[in-house]
Nanobody, 125 residues
């Protein structure tokens, strides 16, 4: 089964950092844009960041700009999300998915593919 596997989540204090990883099972990420999404309890899933297939273009939600950095490592077939200056509002399950393009918005969520099970991020003192 083709899917992505997220890892790196955990419990961190406000102001702390985490690095999430997104790795594929059964395919290569080379030709896909990769997006990170999160879902907080009681809220809809939202786009957090995205990186193009070549890595030349990135996109961030306004709420994470300047704090999160997305990158991709083709040699290791992995995409990372470095999260710094975390706040309790960043708490949620973080997912990655693939698409042809970095396209966010509620109406485009069904067009993203190969969702993983997600990794829990909890920011709390």
């Amino acid at each position: 089964q083709l899917q992505l596997v997220e890892s790196g989540g955990g419990l961190v204090q406000p102001g702390g950092s985490l690095r999430l990883s997104c790795a594929p099972s059964g395919f290569t990420l080379d030709y896909f844009a990769i997006g990170w999404f999160r879902q907080a309890p009681g809220k809809e899933r939202e786009g957090v960041s995205c990186i193009s297939d070549t890595g030349s273009s990135t996109r961030y939600a306004d709420s994470v700009k300047g704090r999160f950095t997305i990158s991709r490592d083709s040699a290791n077939n992995t995409v990372y999300l470095q999260m710094d200056s975390l706040t309790p509002e960043d708490t949620g399950i973080y997912f990655c998915a693939v698409h042809d393009h970095c396209i966010f918005g509620r109406q485009y969520l069904p067009s993203w593919n190969y969702w993983g099970q997600g990794t829990q991020v909890t920011v709390s003192s």
